[in-house]
């Protein structure tokens, strides 16, 4: 028998006791169940639920536990609720990923810099596996964003627009739609970067850049070149962020600078 004045190590405690489990409440369970019928594809996206009163007497609940129920399911994105019309199955898309991001980076939880880095990771590995899969859909589809920003009569937010498009079809492209959701996501949280770098530098010469990069990747990408388009995507991001570090230097200059005005004519103070 083990006595109280003798120590025992974690691993000797796990042999003396169990976890105890507990049993889910009826909200868990009801929410486990309409959970499962979306994932099953029983209930699909942009199906109408039926009145919380109704669905309570089909799952032979309260109306308190479908709603705490939907309320949960509503926080996790798989159902959104529309006013005067009732609560529907929700259309998952990138959405799910970039309002987290987004909030991420209000918060300052997460820096430009780690965006980049994300970037860096995911975007070359989807340029590869788009020389390996895409198809002439694809291809058309992402020459035809390149042609756009090469007319030359884009405004700052087109641009930003169609610049994000490319790196979306590229992702497509890849033929993963987790990567299609990742890649979607980021891509979108960084259009503001890009507005900001096309409104300071004016558009000529971030419509050149951009265009020169976009149709070396896009070469690579035709002629199923996988290693080639990764390398194109790394050239491309290094200028990227080369951009963003140069534009936040120039910006940072600027606040030390009493009585300066930035490209728009706003006025900063030292």
């Known amino acids: ?12 405690f796990s042999t003396l006791y169990k976890t105890i489990v507990r049993d889910p409440t009826l909200t868990e369970r009801t929410q486990q169940q309409l959970e499962q019928l979306i994932v099953d594809r029983h209930l699909q996206p942009g199906d109408h639920l039926p009145p919380q009163e109704e669905l309570a007497e089909l799952l032979g609940v309260s109306r308190t536990v479908v709603r705490e129920a939907v309320n949960h399911l509503a926080a996790k994105g798989l159902l959104e609720g529309r006013r005067g019309s009732g609560v529907y199955v929700k259309v998952m898309n990138s959405d799910a990923i970039r309002e987290p991001i987004n909030l991420l980076m209000r918060a300052q939880a997460i820096t430009r810099d780690q965006i980049m880095e994300a970037r860096e990771l995911l975007e070359v590995k989807i340029s590869g596996l788009a020389a390996k899969r895409a198809t002439s859909q694809d291809i058309e589809a992402m020459h035809a964003t390149i042609e756009k920003m090469a007319a030359g009569n884009l405004s700052a937010a087109e641009f930003a627009a169609t610049d994000v498009a490319f790196h979306n079809l590229l992702a497509r492209a890849a033929e993963n739609p987790l990567f299609l959701a990742m890649a979607n996501s980021i891509n979108d949280v960084m259009i503001n970067l890009r507005l900001l770098y096309s409104n300071r530098y004016g558009m000529a010469q971030a ?13 690579q990408v035709k002629a199923r070149d996988v290693e080639g388009a990764r390398r194109a995507m790394e050239k491309h991001l290094a200028r990227t962020r080369q951009m963003l570090e140069d534009l936040e230097a120039s910006r940072a200059e600027e606040k030390r600078v009493p009585g300066f005005s930035d490209a728009r004519g706003h006025q900063i103070s030292s």
């Open 207 to 219: 419509a050149e850049l951009s265009v020169q990069d976009h149709s070396q990747i896009l070469n």
């Open 1 to 12: 028998m083990i006595g109280f004045n003798q120590s025992l190590s974690l691993g000797g």
